[in-house]
Structure formats: structure tokens, C-alpha cells
């Protein structure tokens, strides 16, 4: 989103040279998986009847479906267990030592958007699901017949037990998130800011500790036919990133936030730390910007970005 009453130049959607380094790396991930996806769809569609017994391609393509599930239920576990261990544990991993700024003196409070509508939605969904995981739990012949209960393996009753979890939690947090409203999305006092987009704080963070703040772009997921694309962020770095992080993350997800500082600041060439959507800010990005440069007094640079 371009800030209101200010003009985007050409270069601040052109990739640097690190994020084209990036996306090289990345085809060498993306054109194996694609290779094995088209043997696993030409095993799979080949005509052969259906009544023969399973042949040494069906097993190859059984061994390929089963890589993949295993790989993506290992990333989608990582962050699903990071994200429980947080909400449960975020009363205790609140920052002592930058408690007092928000007691300071309030200069600016966003509040996150009415999501009413979307909020009821996410809720009855994710508990319709639970109440079907419930019925395969507690009633499976109600939906399964006891052959097809049979043939359930290890693997696969593992992560129904996982998405059985997922899905409860999933009706905690929705169900909260409808009834007592999001919390703000930015706060700022005279001694720090917070800043919760969905629901994950940084913490606060003390206008003392910000040492660099500038505009800048990462990478982001684009559509289907254009793959990755750039996505303006205000990017700053913090004097002790390590402390804020270990003060506001549980320790799962203080290992997935520093991989993706890690990747952040590579991009932004150093102001990685903490990201902030300009399009979270709409028509008050602007009071944001002006508010960093008054407050933080660290080396502020958008003059190449914005004209």
C-alpha cells in the first residue's frame, strides 16, 4: 500500500541484489519438488485397472505422497506448537525491564479493524471441525466403516491426534478473539511502542533501543502466476534484538523469529528486526513515520526510497 500523499519511486519495488539471490536459491527447491510432483501425478493417473495388486510404481508414488506430507507436517507443526506455547505462556514472558513504558505518557494508540463479520466466520468453522474430529474420535462408525477404521496407520492416527489439538486451540483463540476484540495494533508512549499485527506482540520496545529505521521492501508470497513480489515494509534495528526477543517469545517461537530476522535484515540490508506494514497504518502511516523520527532519534533514511 503507498502511504497516502507521498510518491513510491520505480527502484522501491526492484529487487536488490540480495532477494535475487534469494529466489536463485530458492529454484533449487522449487524445480525438484515440481519434478517429483509430475512423477507422482504419472504414477497415479497411468491407466491400469484398478483391481490389480500394487505395483513397484505404486509403492514409488506411495513413497513420494508420504516425503511430502512428512515435510510439510514438519513445518506446519513447528509453527502451530510455537504458536500454543506463546499464547500459553505470554502473561509469563511479558518484558520486565520495559514494563514502565507502557505507563508512560500515551502518544498514539491504533486500534486493530472491526473484523466482527471475519471473526464468526473463523469461529463456527473451526468449530465445526472440532465437533467432526470429536464424531471420528468418539463415533468413527458413525462416518468410517470398521474396515476402513482398520487400515488407519501410525503416521496418519498421529496427525489426526495433532489436528485434533490444532483444531481446539483454534476455537480457544477465535473464540477469545470474538469476544473480547483484538488487542491495539500499534501503541506508542513517550518511552516505547508495541506493535501486534494478528495477534503476535513484539513487546514493547524503548524508543532508546531503536538505532536505525528506514523504508524498505521484502519479499512476499505473490499470486500463482507471478511467484514472489515485493512488499514495502518500515524496517528497524534494534541496538539488542536477542533481549527483546528472548523477553517477548516463548523459546519455540523466539527460534522461528530470529530465522525470519535473519532473512529480514538480509534483504533490508540491516533494519530486519522488526517489520512494520505501512498498509496495517492506512491513512495514519504518515503520523508513524513522523512520530520514529521525533522519538526513536535514530538514523532515519527514506530519501531514496520516497520522492
Sequence with gaps: MRPPGRTIKQNYYTMTGNQKKIIRKLQWIFYPVALLLIIDFI?????????????KADQLADVIDKIFMIIVF????????ALIQQFFTRELNKPKNTADAANAKLLMKIEAPNQLAGSVILFLVSLGFTIMLNVMLFAPTFIFEQEQIDRFELFEK??????????????LVFGLRLFKGMPPLFIATEKGFCY?????????ILWK????????????GGRVNNGPTLMPVLGIKLTNPDAYNTAAYAPLLQRVVKLGQQLNNYQTEGVGDILLNPADFGHQYEKVIQLFKQQSKAMFDYNSIVG
Design 43 to 55: 504414477l497415479k493417473f497411468r491407466n491400469h485397472s484398478p483391481l490389480e495388486p500394487d505395483t
Design 74 to 81: 514438519l513445518f506446519v507443526s513447528i509453527g502451530a506448537i
Design 158 to 171: 498421529f496427525i489426526f491426534g495433532f489436528f485434533y489439538i490444532i483444531t481446539h486451540f483454534l476455537v
Design 196 to 204: 501486534e499485527p494478528a495477534g503476535i506482540s513484539t513487546g514493547w
Design 209 to 220: 533501543d531503536v538505532q536505525a529505521v528506514r523504508e524498505s521492501s521484502v519479499l512476499s
